[in-house]
């Protein structure tokens, strides 16, 4: 048999993942990824939904499904009381690392509820300046202090619709375009640094 001829071969379904089987996955993903209770369960459900299909393809019964969806569920709670995850943690990382990059509040905030960050959680993690993200904002698209050259007054427009676009509020970017390069850069640099 070739390597081609073996690898077309369906993966046989085989039991339904148990709870061992499920906090193996569980364990194996927080390994790679950080995660949230409900990014977990879901990562955990998508592996309970995959058996199924291959269960259903080889005319198992498929019943137990929703047992072990229910078993996925606890065990992402149990991987919280154990303190492998820690949505607070992860939002704050998370938060981070977007307000380094130019995201606004209000974009790290949506981030952050995809995720499946509660609002509370989510609120406590955001940055209270916006200033320095809307900065690192125009630097990635070389507007305000770091355009080549001084911006007339269509290019500050279009840099103002930018900015709002990524979330920032008309004061923020104003601040933002207005600043000089020197002092944009120093900014930067101390948000990188901390």
């Known amino acids: 048999m070739t390597k081609e001829k073996a690898r077309r071969q369906p993966i046989p ?8 089987k499920l906090r193996e996955a569980a364990l ?10 409900l990014g977990l369960r879901r990562v955990l459900e998508r592996k309970v939904d995959r058996w199924a299909r291959r269960a259903e393809a080889e005319g198992q019964d498929t019943a137990p499904a929703a047992e072990v969806r229910a078993l996925a569920a606890q ?15 992860f939002a704050m990382a ?6 380094k990059a130019g995201r606004s509040r209000r974009a790290i905030a949506a981030h952050l509820a995809g995720k499946g960050v509660a609002r509370e959680v989510a609120a406590a993690a955001l940055p209270e300046e916006e200033l320095d993200a809307a900065l690192a904002q125009c630097r990635r698209r070389r507007i305000g202090p770091f ?3 001084p911006m007339e007054r269509e290019a500050r427009m279009k840099a103002m619709g930018a900015l ?9 970017a104003e601040a933002a375009l207005d600043m000089a390069p020197e002092e944009a850069e120093e900014r930067l640099l101390r948000l990188k640094q901390g």
């Open 147 to 149: 355009a080549p050259a």
């Open 94 to 99: 998370r938060a981070r690392r977007l307000a």
């Open 28 to 37: 194996a993903h927080l390994a790679r990824f950080a995660a949230t209770e």
């Open 75 to 89: 065990v992402a709670r149990q991987m919280v009381a154990l303190g492998a995850v820690d949505d607070a943690a």
């Open 13 to 20: 379904a085989g039991p339904p993942p148990g709870e061992a």
């Open 164 to 172: 709002a676009r990524a979330g920032f509020g008309r004061d923020v």
